[in-house]
């Protein structure tokens, strides 16, 4: 099978889904993932049947497979904290039947922060919702993001992850999205990514495994920052990243980059470029110069 390779695209609410294709389809992914509205905030619009089907149609006439594609649920949700514990459940199944209705099958989520409850609690807190939420029969997976461990965030490890899996009943509703900055700076070497996923398959078991963020960090193993970089400019380096990319054991999961913007306001999305660089396997270190002549406007 084809390399799955795409990235964060934008969403807005007068192109929808639609909008979202063209833009995966401007860097040459074949996948794609969204937020059904800003990622910092809750407020969503009415999901537009005509344009989703106008979208469906742009992906099958380029076979981008709709299975494959993602939303990510807006990282403000926090399920650790029981605090807006009311607000988390019923905006999270609405989600869900936005990506519903979508025809989407994966929504990537946060685990969540325990804001000083403790681990145990926040894991508490958090199956407790999801539970919640996979109440109604559905058939959108909810993935779990491993997270960098910064602050009190949850997902730090395939054990704390594991354990939430452990408390929710209809855990086949549960996969897992791997995100390889996150992992490097929580402390798992993904350099050695081989011995990375033997250890995931032994905790949690490889065909959990339904989505990977394809990012290179700023900070070294086991800074607990998580912070974005451009594919090949990081700590975990170009021929480590093509290594992750190319793994066969998870060659049939959608790779999405969520590498920063570049240039002066962040003006350039960097993923036409690096798509190629992965494409063909050869390092740019000339994304700047590449972003800017490409999209400089005459
Ligand atoms: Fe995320
Ligand atoms: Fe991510
Ligand atoms: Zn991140």
């Known amino acids: 099978m084809e390399l799955l390779i795409g990235s964060h695209v934008s969403f807005n609410k007068k192109t929808q889904m639609l909008g979202s294709v063209l833009e995966a389809l401007s860097y040459k992914a074949n996948t794609f993932m969204f937020y059904t509205g800003a ?137 897992v999205c791997l995100d390889t900055c996150h992992l490097n700076d929580a402390g798992y070497d993904v350099s050695n990514f081989e011995q990375v996923l033997d250890e995931f398959d032994k905790i949690i078991g490889l065909e959990k495994i339904a989505v990977v963020h394809i990012n290179d960090s700023k900070n070294k193993i086991g800074s607990n920052k998580d912070r974005h970089e451009n594919i090949g400019y990081g700590t975990i380096g170009f021929d480590n990243m093509l290594k992750i990319i190319y793994n066969s054991r998870i060659k049939d999961v959608p790779k999405i980059l969520e590498t920063p913007y570049i240039g002066v306001d962040d003006k350039y999305p960097p993923y036409l470029f690096e798509i190629e660089m992965i494409r063909n396997k050869k390092f740019n270190d000339k994304l700047m110069d590449s972003c800017s002549s490409y999209y400089k406007k005459d």
């Open 39 to 175: 990622p910092q905030n809750t407020t969503r619009v009415e999901i537009n049947d005509d344009i989703t089907l106008q979208a469906k149609s742009k992906m099958l006439e380029n076979n981008i497979d709709i299975n494959k594609v993602v939303v990510h649920a807006p990282y403000i949700i926090n399920l650790a904290n029981s605090k807006n514990e009311q607000f988390n459940i019923e905006f999270l199944t609405q989600e869900i039947k936005r990506v519903s209705k979508l025809g989407i099958k994966n929504l990537v989520l946060h685990p969540g922060s325990h804001v000083g409850l403790g681990v145990e609690t926040g894991i508490n807190n958090i199956a407790f919702c999801l539970n919640k939420v996979l109440e109604e029969n559905n058939d959108v997976n909810i993935c779990l993001e491993t997270m960098a461990g910064k602050g009190t965030e949850i997902g730090r490890s395939f054990e704390e992850i594991k354990s939430i899996i452990d408390k929710v009943d209809n855990s086949d509703k549960i996969k």
